[in-house]
């Protein structure tokens, strides 16, 4: 059946592409991945082999956005705590102390301006935030001013500033731990960090500490390292965290175009035309 | 008064003689009974602009939680049952679905403001129609008929006053014209809501699901079937609350009231 099989759709990471695997299938032309995110896979292996790959970035960029702004306001907000306060069999609470943090006129700081980062921007522009964004390069003028965005070229200046670090990055080895211990001392007392990008890109023992000794106020994670974290990880135990299972681009419409990307691509090179999509090892 | 107390009736009146002035947190004045106060010369005023940002806010943070089933989503997360992430776990999308603005007030408008921002389409209900340039600045369109707004609708947000017209505005009749795949999100007050007409709705699926930050009583009862609900998202009434909108209404009540003291005209006073 191996020699059969020419295409792989490849599922949140599934099957897992290896030597083995690329090896018991001779006819493989492409790969193309339900995402746009290619950190699980070894691109220089896989084109070793003379099979093309393929992502799927026009559908993610708006499902991941709305993810980031929804963790953004829920943890503003405590979104996830009174909700709980609000169903709990006990009617214990004071009202004066669940006050949360305004979102007007506070500052995010978007670290990585990509499709999804410039979503973001444009998201929290109408929330009436100020914006300061750090990206290898920088945009262009009217890019930036269509989101009234500040480009910070070193990123101290944008975690000194923001209340709210969005992370929005693609893994890379230059952005696997960008955010360390040092990145989060530098951050405000009271800002929150959010995560959509990849868990890899934060410093999770230096996040837990961070986060339980205050040095900054509260953390929403989309992803971590792995997924899901083992049961007994102390990032579960803690108040002031929202973590959510990788809800980035999972809605019925996104998985819709993602499929669509996907099949796109796969019909290109099984007909040996050029790939809408394709990603080649860099 | 601060979260409807204490309550103002004929009692408290007639043993406060000297009363000179009712301020109220927020913009609701629901809970008043205007005409008794002003029988007494008591004069009333509340904070209404201030609210509006925070209030828009929350209307957009529980749409958004709701459509992507954040607090579920949470649990499972940090569950000591989970062993993995179910891949066919999905919400809805909120970009370019459609929303339908129940009460285009200052807050309405706020989150179409909002909601433009997530590439939505914006149908609005009200009693009066905006301009065009207010309607074209958020792309909203008008539906005089409340029937045709709440058939097209993916998220239905509540954003009216509470009066004798809206109360139970949404019942068994709106709820049932609403798609089966539909969201409603109340910010505005319980009672414009047919309550038990709802948990039936949520219960037979005639609607996806709700999320509340407004509910009557508040809070409810412990044992309510909205509490139990896997599709309700609930929060205490924080419209409003954070730090610094809760310093500056504190701040504009006190000014109302020493305006009130002094004789001088009352700055948001409520008439």
Redesign the interface.
């Known amino acids: 059946i191996g020699k059969k099989v020419q295409a792989i759709y490849l599922?949140?990471h599934k099957p897992v592409i290896n030597k083995e695997l690329l090896q018991s299938l001779p006819n493989l032309k492409v790969i193309a991945n339900s995402g746009v995110g290619m950190d699980h896979l070894d691109l220089k292996l896989v084109a070793s082999f003379g099979v093309k790959m393929a992502n799927a970035p026009r559908a993610v960029s708006?499902?991941t956005?709305?993810?980031g702004?929804?963790?953004l306001?829920?943890s503003?907000?405590?979104?996830?705590e009174?909700?709980n306060?609000?169903?709990s069999?006990s009617?214990e609470?004071c009202?004066a102390d669940?006050?949360?943090?305004?979102?007007?006129?506070a500052t995010l700081g978007i670290v990585g301006m990509g499709s999804i980062g410039y979503k973001i921007a444009?998201?929290a522009?109408?929330?009436?935030m100020n914006i300061l964004y750090h990206n290898r390069t920088q945009r262009k003028v009217q890019e930036e001013q269509a989101v009234g965005a500040t480009y910070c070229k070193k990123i101290d200046s944008l975690l000194q500033q923001a209340d709210f670090v969005m992370l929005v990055v693609s893994l890379t080895p230059q952005t696997h731990k960008l955010i360390g211990k040092r990145e989060l001392k530098l951050m405000k007392p009271t800002a929150t960090l959010i995560n959509i990008s990849r868990g890899a890109v934060v410093d999770q023992e230096a996040l837990l500490a961070a986060l339980q000794t205050g040095v900054i106020r509260a953390a929403a994670l989309d992803v971590t390292s792995p997924?899901?974290?083992p049961?007994d990880h102390s990032l579960?135990k803690l108040k002031n965290i929202?973590?959510?299972?990788?809800?980035g681009i999972?809605?019925?419409?996104?998985?819709y175009m993602i499929t669509e990307e996907a099949v796109e691509n796969i019909l290109a090179a099984l007909n040996g035309l050029p790939l809408p999509s394709e990603v080649l090892p860099s | 008064v601060w979260?409807h107390r204490p309550v103002i009736n004929e009692e408290l009146l007639q043993s406060l003689p000297n009363l000179k002035i009712v301020a109220s947190a927020g913009v609701g004045i629901d809970h008043l009974d205007l005409k008794l106060l002003s029988s007494y010369g008591v004069k009333v005023s509340n904070t209404p602009f201030v609210v509006s940002?925070?209030t828009a806010?929350?209307g957009?943070?529980?749409l958004?939680?709701s459509?992507?089933?954040?607090?579920e989503?949470?649990e499972?997360?940090?569950s000591?049952d989970?062993?993995?992430?179910p891949?066919d776990?999905?919400?809805?999308?909120?970009?370019?679905a459609t929303l339908g603005i129940l009460g285009m007030g200052t807050i309405g408008y706020k989150v179409a403001?909002?909601a433009?921002?997530?590439?939505m389409k914006i149908l609005y209900h009200n009693r009066n129609q905006r301009k065009k340039e207010e309607e074209s600045a958020v792309g909203a369109v008008y539906c005089k008929k409340i029937d045709d707004l709440l058939q097209q609708s993916d998220f239905v947000l509540l954003a009216v006053t509470l009066t004798p017209q809206t109360h139970k505005l949404i019942g068994k009749r709106e709820l049932e014209l609403m798609k089966p795949t539909a969201t409603l999100i109340n910010i505005s007050r319980g009672l414009v809501v047919d309550q038990d007409a709802l948990v039936e709705a949520l219960q037979n699926k005639v609607i996806k699901a709700a999320a509340l930050d407004v509910t009557y009583p508040e809070?409810?009862p412990?044992d309510h079937p909205l509490?139990?609900l896997k599709n309700v998202?609930?929060?205490?009434h924080?419209g409003s609350?954070?730090?610094?909108?809760?310093w500056v209404m504190v701040e504009e009540m006190t000014e109302s009231i020493e305006a009130g003291l002094a004789g001088l005209p009352i700055p948001r006073e409520v008439l």
């Open positions: 599922w949140w708006s499902s956005a709305d993810t702004m929804a963790l306001l829920a503003a907000r405590r979104l996830v009174v909700h306060i609000s169903i069999p009617m609470y009202e669940i006050l949360g943090v305004k979102v007007a006129g444009l998201r522009k109408a929330f009436e997924e899901p974290l049961r579960l929202i973590i959510t299972p990788h809800l999972k809605t019925d419409k996104a998985t | 979260y940002t925070d806010d929350m957009m943070a529980l958004l939680a459509a992507r089933r954040l607090v989503g949470h499972m997360a940090v000591p989970t062993e993995y992430f891949a776990w999905l919400g809805v999308e909120v970009s370019g403001e909002r433009k921002a997530f590439e809070p409810l412990r509490l139990k998202i609930i929060t205490p924080i609350a954070t730090k610094k909108t809760r």
